[in-house]
C-alpha cells in the first residue's frame, strides 16, 4: 500500500459484486479528501515533491536505488516527476485494471513504452522473435537500432500457423539467447492475426528447457484494452499506444505497459533513467477519456460494422478486410473466436482501380478525414502503400497483402449514416 495516501479507495467490489473496468474508471484509485474534496483528480503540475524529513528522502532514495532490500520496487513516497507523479500513478492503476494486470507504466508515447520495455529485457548477443508487419516505428528499432548493440531481430508473419511459428523460433535460438517475443495483432492493415496463447506456450517451453523465460510482449493497440487481453491468454505484456483508442481524441501522444509487478518494476528502472514517463496533464487528459472508452469503443465497433457491411456491398470495392467477415473456412476463424472478444473499428479495403482510384476517392471524402493515426472520435482514412507502409520494398508489399488500391478506415463515432454517405459519394467520384 502506497504511504503517500493516493493508494487508498482501491475497493473492486461492493457487498461481493465485483466491479467493472467501466466502473472504476470514475475514481479508483484517488481519495478525494487528499485533495481538499476535489471529485476529479487535479492535475498535479510539479516537477518535484517535498520530503517531509531528511530520513525520508534517504529512505526513497534507497528504495529507489534498489539498495534496501535489493528490490526494483517503487518508493513508498513521490520524489521527482521523471520517476512518477500523482496524476500518472492514478492513471496507472487504472491502465491495470482493464488488463486484471499487476502493475502498469505511462510512457511519453506508444514508441516510448515499446522502446523502453525492449531495453529492459534485451542484452548484446540476443534476438528478438517477432510478427510482421509491425508498427512502422518498431520495425525501424528493430531492424536499424537494435542490431548497433548486437541484438538481432528474427519475423514471422502475422497468420503463421503455430509450426511455422516454432521454425522460425527455433533458428533464433540457433543465433542467440531469446529476449523476447514481441507481437501485433491483429496485423496492421490486413488484420492477420497472430496466435497468442501459442506464442506464451513457446515461451513456457523456452523456460522449461533453458531456465529463462523469454517475455511475450504484445502491441495490443488495435483492439485493446475492450476486445483482446493478452495477459490472460498467458503473455507477459500487453503495451499500447494509448495515442490511438485509450487517449481516443486525437488530442495526445501517450504510451503504456501492462504485467506482473516484477517485470514492470524491471521496466519502471528503465524509463526513471532514461526519461520516457508522461507528463502530469497528458495523464489527467488519459483519466479523462478512460470514463468515456468502453462507450467509445463500442460506438466505434458498432458504426464499423455498418460502415464494412456497405463496403462489402459496392461495386467499386473489391474486398473488405473485416474481422467480422471472416468465414469459418478462414484459416484466421478459429482463432478469432478464441482470443478476440469483437472485431474492433480499423479495418482496409480494397478499391477496384488501384492507386489512382484510392486516391481519388480519398480526395473526394468530405466528412472522414484524410491522416495516418486510429481509435480516435472522428473517422480517419489513409493509404497505407503510400504512407505508412511506404518504406516496405514492393515485394514485402505483395507478400503481406497490402494493394495499391488498399485505404486503411479508421471508423469513428458520428452517425454512421453520415459516414455511408461520405463513402458513397467517394467511391463514386473513383
Ligand atoms: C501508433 C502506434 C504505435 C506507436 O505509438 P505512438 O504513440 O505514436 O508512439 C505503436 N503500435 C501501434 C500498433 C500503433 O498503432
Redesign the pocket.
Known amino acids: 500500500m502506497k504511504k503517500h495516501g493516493l493508494g487508498s479507495y482501491r475497493k473492486r467490489e461492493v457487498a461481493g459484486h465485483r466491479l467493472s473496468p467501466e466502473t472504476l474508471m470514475m475514481g479508483y484509485g484517488y481519495d478525494p479528501h487528499l485533495s481538499e474534496g476535489a471529485l476529479k483528480v487535479p492535475v498535479f503540475q510539479t516537477s518535484t515533491f517535498v520530503f517531509r524529513t531528511a530520513q525520508d528522502g534517504k529512505d526513497f532514495f534507497a528504495a529507489m536505488a534498489g539498495r534496501r532490500d535489493g528490490s526494483n520496487e517503487p518508493p513508498p513516497g513521490l520524489i521527482y516527476s521523471r520517476f512518477n507523479n500523482p496524476d500518472l500513478e492514478v492513471l496507472e492503476d487504472r491502465l491495470a485494471l482493464w488488463e486484471d494486470g499487476e502493475a502498469a507504466l505511462v510512457f511519453s508515447?506508444?514508441?516510448?513504452?515499446?522502446s523502453t520495455a525492449l531495453w529492459a529485457v534485451v542484452r548484446p548477443g540476443e534476438v528478438i522473435v517477432h510478427s510482421e508487419p509491425l508498427?512502422g516505428?518498431?520495425q525501424t528499432l528493430l531492424q536499424n537500432f537494435l542490431p548497433q548493440f548486437r541484438v538481432g531481430a528474427v519475423g514471422f508473419p502475422a497468420g503463421a500457423r503455430p509450426e511455422e511459428i516454432d521454425r522460425v523460433v527455433a533458428a533464433a535460438r540457433a543465433q542467440g539467447r531469446i529476449a523476447a517475443i514481441f507481437v501485433?495483432t491483429p496485423a496492421?492493415p490486413t488484420n492477420s492475426l497472430v496466435d497468442l496463447a501459442h506464442c506464451a506456450a513457446v515461451a513456457r517451453r523456452i523456460e522449461a528447457e533453458d531456465g529463462y523465460r523469454p517475455p511475450v510482449m504484445v502491441?495490443n493497440?488495435?483492439l485493446g484494452p475492450l476486445w483482446q487481453h493478452p495477459l490472460a491468454l498467458g503473455c507477459d505484456l500487453a503495451?499500447y499506444?494509448?495515442?490511438?483508442y485509450v487517449g481516443g481524441h486525437s488530442d495526445l501522444?501517450?504510451?503504456s505497459v501492462v504485467g506482473a509487478r516484477g517485470l514492470i518494476d524491471r521496466i519502471r528502472k528503465v524509463r526513471s533513467s532514461l526519461g520516457t514517463i508522461t507528463e502530469p496533464y497528458t495523464g489527467w487528459l488519459l483519466m479523462r477519456s478512460l470514463e468515456t472508452l468502453k462507450l467509445r469503443m463500442t460506438a466505434a465497433m458498432n458504426n464499423a460494422r455498418t460502415v464494412a457491411e456497405f463496403l462489402r456491398r459496392h461495386r467499386k470495392v473489391a474486398a473488405v478486410h473485416y474481422l467480422g467477415f471472416l468465414q469459418p473456412d478462414h484459416a484466421d476463424y478459429a482463432l478469432y473466436r478464441r482470443q478476440c472478444e469483437a472485431p474492433g473499428s480499423t479495418f482496409s479495403f480494397e478499391v477496384v482501380g488501384g492507386e489512382a482510384a484510392a486516391f481519388r476517392a480519398l480526395d473526394a471524402l468530405q466528412v472522414v478525414k484524410l491522416a495516418v493515426?486510429?481509435g480516435g472520435t472522428e473517422s480517419l482514412a489513409s493509404h497505407p502503400a503510400s504512407t505508412t507502409h511506404s518504406g516496405l520494398t514492393p515485394d514485402t508489399l505483395e507478400r503481406i497483402g497490402i494493394t495499391p488500391g488498399m485505404i486503411r478506415l479508421s471508423v469513428g463515432i458520428e452517425n454512421a449514416d453520415d459516414l455511408i454517405a461520405d463513402l458513397g459519394q467517394a467511391l463514386a467520384v473513383g
Open positions: 508515447s506508444g514508441m516510448a513504452a515499446i508498427y516505428g518498431t501485433e496492421n502491441d493497440t488495435f503495451i499506444s494509448l495515442t490511438k501522444v501517450a504510451g493515426s486510429l
